[in-house]
């Protein structure tokens, strides 16, 4: 079977999501990658045959999008030219993860997708919403990368096909420790705002993450690294606590271990708003932006308790299986029979 597998680079939760998937995925076939955007930091090893400027995401520094640079970068004579170009209708199967040329390039040739990610559970009214809906974001989540069935992930089973997020094999698998500092990564602030705040809470150890910093360095109770999904990974793991934005993936994989977790939703992102409302109802400290206050937030954050961890409810492999399943009409019967049923599964629950 011939698998394309569309992933958008708007965020590093869609990569780090498609390399952990990938191995699956090549159990059922050849899989080609067509990646979209260019304002991911995380190197895509991934096997990429077609590759887009797409519509990408920007951030200012000050928590919020940079509007006037997406609009700057987008084309949608190019958009219109790339989705006519690209192939769907050679695959046997189209996997989407929210990415919107595929699923113009589908429509247009008529090919059926599956949009399979943390978006696609967004198509259920039961996914929890802030308590002010945006007619605007609700419009963008639904119809931005149309397909003909959804899988979608979350924090909780909110409806049918909506499953547990997909953590990473080597956060599953760790041994995580509390070495007393906490891990930070938030694209949408600059280092000057991060560290201005950080600084009055001297008694505490950061571990800050930036697409600014080229080398590693320690400035006071504040160390800076480039972004890197190891060094990340292994902060996390042997964290007290995180601090990040409101997306998908990190949150997860901080939850899953145990760890206190504070989020600061990026501002005019309603999908983050969104994930800051299911966030707050497993009790997930949320502070809408930096501000004066923002260091007593964060002493106050310390001395609560974390919140429960976690709970898998199905793995990688059995996500991944139930994907393919659920598309028998595309994926012939024999060619889910012949899937290797003694694919390695380096995961445990």
Partial sequence: MKILYAVQATGNGHISRAIQLMPYLEQYGTVDVFLSGNNCHLDASLPVKYRSKGLSLFYGNKGGLDYLKMWKELSIKRIWQEAKDLPVDKYDLVINDFESITSLACKLKKKKSIQFGHQASFQSPLTPRPAKKDLFGEIILKNYAPASSYFGLHFSSYDNNIYNPIIKSEIV?????????????????????????????????????????????????????????EGFNNSVINSHGVITGAGFETPAETLYL????????????????????????????????????????????????????????????????????????????????????????????
Wanted: glycine share 2%; with cysteine.
């Fill in 258 to 349: 145990g760890k206190k977790l504070l989020c600061l939703p990026i501002k005019g992102q309603y999908e983050q708003a969104c994930n800051a409302a299911a966030l707050e109802q497993l009790g997930v400290t949320i502070v809408p932006s930096i501000d004066h206050s923002f260091s007593q937030q964060i002493e106050c954050w310390l001395n609560k308790a974390a919140v429960p961890a976690l709970q898998l409810q199905h793995n990688t492999y059995d996500i991944v299986q139930k994907v393919i399943e659920q598309e028998r009409a595309i994926v012939a019967p024999t060619e889910i029979i012949t899937a290797d049923t003694n694919f390695w599964m380096p995961e445990t629950i």
């Fill in 173 to 229: 698998n760790c041994l995580p420790t509390d070495m007393g500092h906490i891990s930070v990564y938030l694209s949408h602030y600059s280092l000057a705002v991060i560290k201005e705040h950080f600084l009055k809470v001297s008694a505490v150890c950061f571990e800050v993450f930036s697409k600014e910093v080229k080398n590693p360095y320690t400035y006071k109770n504040i160390r800076f690294f480039p972004i890197s999904n």
